[in-house]
């Protein structure tokens, strides 16, 4: 539905210099691209809608004030509002939205915050959450979530944890993490997982196992970590 010009507050200023132009680039429709096109065009009167009371003007208002304004939307009700600050925030300012309600708004932060920083949000109810603090918290310090109650954030966990570390990880309930630690932990631990009841797990083990590991697992019960742990066993007598 066309908007009615006459009534606009912007008729003389904008539309009679071609910076607005009805159903296409107009701050009254009820449409984000008009909305979105009319700010770009217009970018100095983003300031005025900020507490308008449609929140997609809000929102894409947002995206053109000033950063210093920013912290005036900081409680603003709807979250496309906030998912826009937390894009936006001087990163100095991201904490205050380590809270917030939206997920979307924590993940952007957890991906925003300087890692030194996001021990913060690393009891995040939120598994998608903890999952991107996994991947960019320093390998360090990264053994508080090594028990973490979901299967993607410790695969991000097992992925990232330094070599070393990853004895801790041998026992964890998911084959899938378990093979993620046998291709990366020191060779000398791999004999911890020459029993694994997952034969993904030993094939693994057989890929990167010394002399010694490779005499067991040539005698193992699966066709294919046999055949690997021979294989091999040849190649090393090749070599010698």
Known sequence: MMT???????HEDRLEKGRCK?????????????????FRENPDLAQGYTGDDFWERRAIAARYISQQRLLELIDDPDEVVRR??????????????????????????????????????????????????????PAGRLFRMICDTDREVRMSVARRLPPESLGLMLNDVEPEI??????????AALSALLDDPDWGVR?????????????????????????????????MDDND
């Open 178 to 187: 378990r093979r993620i630690v046998a291709e990366r932990i020191q060779p």
């Open 22 to 38: 009805p159903g296409d680039a107009c701050v009254q429709a009820m449409s984000g691209r008009q909305i979105e096109r009319f």
């Open 203 to 235: 094939l693994q083990v057989a890929e990167r196992a010394t002399r010694g590991m490779l005499e067991i697992l040539e005698h193992d019960t699966d066709p294919d970590v046999k055949e690997v742990a021979r294989q091999r066993l040849r190649e």
């Open 84 to 137: 826009v600050l937390a894009y936006r925030l001087p990163v100095d300012e991201l904490y205050r939205l380590i809270g917030d309600i939206d997920r979307e708004v924590r993940i952007t932060v957890a991906d925003r915050l300087p890692a030194e920083q996001l021990e913060a949000l690393v009891n995040d109810h939120d598994y998608l959450v903890r999952k991107y603090v996994a991947r960019r918290m």
């Open 4 to 10: 009615d010009c006459a009534t606009c507050p912007h």
